[in-house]
């Protein structure tokens, strides 16, 4: 089974920068280049996960409006590897991060199958 791990968080000033890295295990790389929508989610104290970004098999993208100019996502599908580079944090990025990939991207939400999340701090 198909499982998904982040890495790369941790605690950073305003206005810096981190990149967020999720491994796939399980699938194969054409699956992830071809089949599966993939994308990041953060969920803050108390809330529902949100939808930050996500990165569709024709390469179009979303991005949350918050993050829009700010975050850029991406993958490597060779090394089933996606990415979530954070420009310019704020303190409202301060959040509980995960990755996911489903089959539809309207349905990420959804997600066949979810990282165990990591932690981003941003202190001002």
């Known amino acids: 089974q198909a499982q998904l791990a982040e890495s790369g968080g941790g605690s950073a000033q305003a206005g810096g920068s981190l990149r967020l890295t999720c491994t796939v295990s399980?699938?194969?790389?054409?699956?992830?280049?071809?089949?599966?929508?993939m994308g990041w989610f953060r969920q803050f104290p108390g809330q529902e996960r949100e939808e930050v970004a996500h990165?569709?098999?024709?390469?179009?993208?979303f991005y949350d409006d918050s993050v829009k100019g700010r975050f850029s996502i991406s993958k490597d599908s060779a090394s089933k590897t996606l990415f979530l580079q954070m420009n310019s944090l704020n303190p409202d990025d301060t959040a509980k991060y995960y990755c996911?990939?489903?089959?539809?991207?309207?349905?990420?939400?959804?997600?066949?199958?979810w990282g165990q999340g990591i932690q981003v701090t941003v202190s001002s």
């Open positions: 996911a990939a489903h089959l539809v991207c309207g349905r990420l939400q959804e997600a066949s199958f």
């Open positions: 399980g699938l194969r790389s054409d699956y992830i280049n071809s089949a599966y929508c």
């Open positions: 990165l569709d098999t024709d390469k179009s993208t």
